[in-house]
């Protein structure tokens, strides 16, 4: 296996190992895990792969997410990204899938709204435009590394309010169906995610970030705008030019990724599966309640 540095902060072009050996060769996977969790951003090239090859893959690293009421693929493993009609031609510009793919030009982590947050999504290209449609990424460790030690002071223990209807009313107020708002109530975060295995902090930011706790609607939705726009500028991001067969994996506890938009009547088909956080990953340090219960006992 060999590493190829893609930003100066984070991200690796992984050559020599395809999702399949990965999966069928403990070593190599254990090569993998180390990568990711060093790098945040992994891309294959050149990697076909189906479905099933794609959910085994990605079992490695933990639970699968079933994919939420109200989206493509909801109750499987596979959240489908196209807009790409039954009758293989692009759907009408009122469809559903595209005023989300608008939503996903937000800066977000994937999940960061739902009971359990994900560690890691796993995205493998389709269909691809020939122009335009390139998911861009930055690095919330080297974020978090960048602030004053007063600025960390401040925010380690903060509290965030994350919710799906923060980031969809940004776009779309009618977007969400009352099945999604049901099943989706606002979640409490800290603002920092600690990576077990090698001790390494991030600020955890997202577009479905509202408001903190013990501040003011205005001041929280301010000082978390401002913190993404910190996060965020050009020089700080890697910028994925898809091609068909790619895969690009990413750590949801330490980076913050958009989608860019592409032409019209440009076809775009994307396979996401996406991890769970669990104690391995360090959902103990993003779940207030789960601190409160550690606190207590
Ligand atoms: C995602 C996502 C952006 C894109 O799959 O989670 O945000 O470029 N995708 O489609
Ligand atoms: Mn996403």
């Known amino acids: 296996m060999r590493i190829e540095r893609l930003h100066p902060d984070f991200g690796a072009e992984i050559h020599g190992v395809g999702l399949i050996e990965a999966t069928s060769d403990a070593a190599v996977f254990a090569q993998v895990c180390a990568a990711f969790e060093e790098y945040s951003v992994l891309v294959w090239r050149d990697q076909p792969v189906t479905d099933d090859v794609q959910a085994t893959f990605s079992r490695g690293f933990g639970p699968l997410e079933l994919v939420k009421v109200g989206s493509a693929g909801h109750g499987t493993f596979y959240s489908r990204m196209s807009n790409i009609g039954q009758d293989g031609k692009i759907v009408p510009p009122s469809d559903k899938s595209l005023i989300i793919a608008r939503a996903n030009q937000l800066w977000h982590t994937d999940s960061s ?148 938009p592409w032409g019209p009547n440009q076809l775009r088909s994307i396979v996401r599966t996406t991890i769970s956080a669990t104690e391995q990953s360090g959902l103990n340090d993003v779940l207030p309640e789960r601190w409160e219960q550690r606190a207590a006992a």
């Open 113 to 260: 709204f739902k009971q359990i947050p994900a560690v890691a999504s796993v995205l493998s290209a389709r269909v691809i435009p020939e122009q335009g449609g390139e998911t861009e990424f930055t690095s919330t460790r080297a974020a978090w590394e960048r602030l004053s030690a007063a600025e960390q002071a401040a925010l380690r223990d903060a509290v965030v309010i994350h919710s799906y209807a923060t980031s969809r009313n940004k776009i779309d107020r009618t977007m969400m169906t009352p099945e999604e708002h049901a099943a989706l109530p606002a979640v409490r975060r800290r603002m920092t995610w600690r990576n077990p295995v090698n001790g390494r902090c991030s600020l955890y930011l997202a577009s479905h970030a509202g408001a903190i706790e013990g501040m003011g609607d205005q001041d929280g939705a301010d000082m978390l705008a401002d913190l993404i726009e910190r996060a965020t500028e050009p020089a700080y991001t890697y910028v994925h030019s898809w091609r068909p067969s790619d895969v690009v994996m990413w750590d949801n506890r330490a980076t913050m990724h958009r989608g860019r």
